[in-house]
């Protein structure tokens, strides 16, 4: 969209975060400007950006609030997680593969790390301009990327925090571990 920038959704944001609304209003607020953003992603998205790395996921740090409240990144591969915020997710380039996973254990209390049951569910491929998001409490479980066989997807990641730890899970053996999540500045 003509006119747009980073400077202008980044405002929004932080507008939104200071309404201190609850995770699914604030998701319904910036899906729309996510995809404003997505529009002129080529403006603002550096080789620096874009790094990845063959043997993990790659994260690569757009944007973080001074006071922790926001954080923007763009990302390649990722584990199996959750993420302890609100999220928007919007694709930029190539098609994102994203799998669900449910939690079916009866008791899913937030702080256990272990007998977490997971059944795999759907998937949904999110073509460049698809925006998705979600909220917590209770989280959502998925694995994002694209297999190796298919062309890499870029896409952009807004949290509700500045996003430096989240629990990987463990399918197998049920239990997850709460993990720094590396990133890339630039
Ligand atoms: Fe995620």
Not at 47 to 59: E, I, K, T
Not at 110 to 135: E, Y
Request: aromatic share 8%.
């Amino acid at each position: 969209m003509t006119g747009y920038s980073l400077s202008r959704f980044l405002e929004e944001c932080g507008n939104a975060a200071a309404d201190n609304e609850v995770p699914a209003d604030t998701v319904l607020r910036l899906a729309v400007p996510m995809q404003r953003l997505l529009s002129v992603a080529a403006d603002f998205l550096k080789p620096s950006h874009l790094r990845s790395d063959p043997s993990h996921y790659a994260r690569n740090l757009v944007y973080a609030a001074e006071d922790g409240s926001l954080s923007l990144f763009a990302l390649v591969w990722t584990p199996v997680h959750d993420h302890g915020s609100w999220g928007i997710v919007g694709v930029h380039e190539g098609v994102l593969e994203e799998r669900a996973y449910m939690r079916v254990d009866a008791d899913p209390l937030p702080d256990r790390n272990h007998g977490i049951a997971l059944q795999r569910g759907g998937l949904v491929l999110l073509s460049p301009d698809s925006v998705t998001t979600f909220v917590p409490n209770p989280d959502h479980i998925h694995v994002t990327g694209v297999p190796e066989d298919r062309p890499r997807a870029v896409s952009l990641h807004l949290y509700g925090r500045m996003m430096d730890r989240f629990y990987a899970y463990d399918v197998a053996a049920g239990t997850r571990e709460l993990i720094a999540a590396p990133h890339f500045e630039s």
